[in-house]
T-cell receptor, first 118, second 109 residues
Framework: GAVVSQHPSRVICKSGTSVKIECRSL??????MFWYRQFPKKSLMLMAT?????????EQGVEKDKFLINHASLTLSTLTVTSAHPEDSSFYIC??????????????FGPGTRLTVL | QQPVQSPQAVILREGEDAVINCSSS?????VHWYRQKHGEAPVFLMI?????EQKGHEKISASFNEKKQQSSLYLTASQLSYSGTYFC??????????FGKGTRLHILP
């Protein structure tokens, strides 16, 4: 299957700082990427859909100004957690959709980023 | 709306079979199945399209009944490597996948 990378894999930061997470599709171009958040032993909660060249579409209840998403190219999407607080600590996973020419497209997940805010 | 998975957890002995169910309250275009091991990202297993298709991947297969808006994942002669949490993701008109809460599968030797 296709490969999706995320960086960093782990980050620890102080409360009030901003953290940027990168998601890259390594061997295909992804016009659409997705950002998920996962708490321990819980499901994958979709935060937003990232579209190359346009604004991200956020799910209900997700603060746009808190979680900034930029999809600058067909292989890179970034999630910036602004003014992070301890409640933002979580496992953030991105996925990229490999286009097949018709629906449905397969989504491949990155390895995830574990964010800990002190 | 989040699909409902059942059971929440399963414990099997190596070689036994298991079925994991996924149901939705809305019309579905496709169902996606993933397996996630602790601390790792979900790994893609298969996609099923409406039309009642079935698919297989080694000893793991799945079916999709679009009329009932249900999908089932079948694990045959389970292996230790099958342990993990299985998520179904459903896709409707909105062109995005919403995941169920997951089914934890533990295989005993």
């Amino acid at each position: 299957g296709a490969v999706v990378s995320q960086h960093p894999s782990r980050v620890i930061c102080k409360s009030g700082t901003s953290v940027k997470i990168e998601c890259r599709s390594l061997d295909f171009q992804a016009t659409t990427m997705f950002w998920y958040r996962q708490f321990p032993k819980k499901s994958l909660m979709l935060m937003a859909t990232s579209n190359e060249g346009s604004k991200a579409t956020y799910e209900q209840g997700v603060e746009k100004d808190k979680f900034l998403i930029n999809h600058a190219s067909l292989t890179l999407s970034t999630l910036t957690v602004t003014s992070a607080h301890p409640e933002d600590s979580s496992f953030y996973i991105c996925s990229a959709r490999e286009p097949s020419g018709s629906r449905p497209d397969t989504q491949y997940f990155g390895p995830g980023t574990r964010l800990t805010v002190l | 709306q989040q699909p409902v998975q059942s059971p929440q957890a399963v414990i099997l002995r190596e070689g036994e079979d298991a079925v994991i169910n996924c149901s939705s309250s809305k019309a579905l275009y496709s169902v996606h199945w993933y397996r996630q091991k602790h601390g790792e990202a979900p790994v893609f297993l298969m996609i099923l399209l409406k039309g009642g298709e079935q698919k297989g991947h080694e000893k793991i297969s799945a079916s999709f009944n679009e009329k009932k808006q249900q999908s089932s994942l079948y694990l045959t002669a389970s292996q230790l490597s099958y342990s993990g949490t299985y998520f179904c993701g459903t896709e409707g008109d909105e062109d995005k996948i919403i995941f169920g809460k997951g089914t934890r599968l533990h295989i005993l030797p």
